[in-house]
């Protein structure tokens, strides 16, 4: 992905008008005196589960194939690790050619549909490639790909197998979102989400997609995700909401952003976006695009406050 240079400080601003978080505690000592609670108070839910630990060892796998740039042998074993995982799932591939000043490449998206009772999808995206650039280092991608990735494998773990009563969720991994230059280069980057976003609207999808949520550089222990402002406002202001409702607020939309990612082509599209980034990984982003993207910089913590808080604005999108 890509930053502009001007950052917006609202930050102060934007937290009074967010911090409006609902909540619904059931009064103890009417239960215990034998009286029913208020008829409009519902039970308080549990929290969305989320196996950190899990997703941590996913993480760690990707990133042990090595570099995984498109068209390379790595891959093609993280395409087959990502498919291995969504093996009791209905999964859509999505496989098409592109033709660039390095080459042509295969790329190869992969959708698993998790069926909802309610007309409607919600995706949850993150890219699974390295970047082409820095194929010959020792780059992985560890906070930048693989820890996302590997946060919508376990966020299927979670939604699989059980019905939901909700709008049904298609979780993304979307390939060729690097760009083949660095500094970042438009024309040759975000191949994989800019074919799915035309397929897409070709076929008629785009217009049951009611949220796209795209995870990318999750799993920095020093997590602050910005609040970015190429994405839609309502869909950030109910991802905060779903942070604070978890006790997560103070690790979101501290800094204000601008950036140019994986959803832009639904952005474009007029699909509510929220993408779930934090741009500074150490200190002035120096790890990004780096060989020093390792999985030591990384905490299960941080993959389970955006894993959870996922789920949980997935559960306020089907209450809404
Ligand atoms: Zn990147």
Known sequence: ???????????????????CARSAPVDAALRANGDSPPKAEAPPEAPPAFNANRAMQYVKEIVAFGPRPMGSANHKKVENYILTHLKRDTVEQDDFEVDTSE??????????????????????????????????????????????SAAVLEIANQLRGKPRNGYSVWLLW???EESMRLPWFDPESLYGVRHLAQKWQDDG????????ILLDMIGDADLNIDRDHNSTSWLEDMVYQAATKLGYQSHFFARDNEVGDDHAPFMQRGVPCADLIDLDYGYNNVFWHTPQDTVDKLSPKSLEIVGTVTLETLRLLDQK
């Open 1 to 19: 992905m890509k930053t502009s240079a001007s950052v917006v400080l609202l930050t102060s601003v934007l937290l009074g008008l967010f911090a």
């Open 205 to 212: 999808t785009l217009k049951k997609i009611k949220a796209f």
């Open 103 to 148: 080459g042509k490449f295969p790329v190869h998206n992969i959708i698993a549909k998790l069926p909802g009772t309610r007309d409607g999808i919600v995706v949850i995206a993150s890219h699974y490639d390295t970047n082409w650039p820095l194929r010959n280092t020792s780059y992985v991608g560890a906070n930048d790909g693989a820890s996302s």
């Open 174 to 176: 979307d390939d060729a």
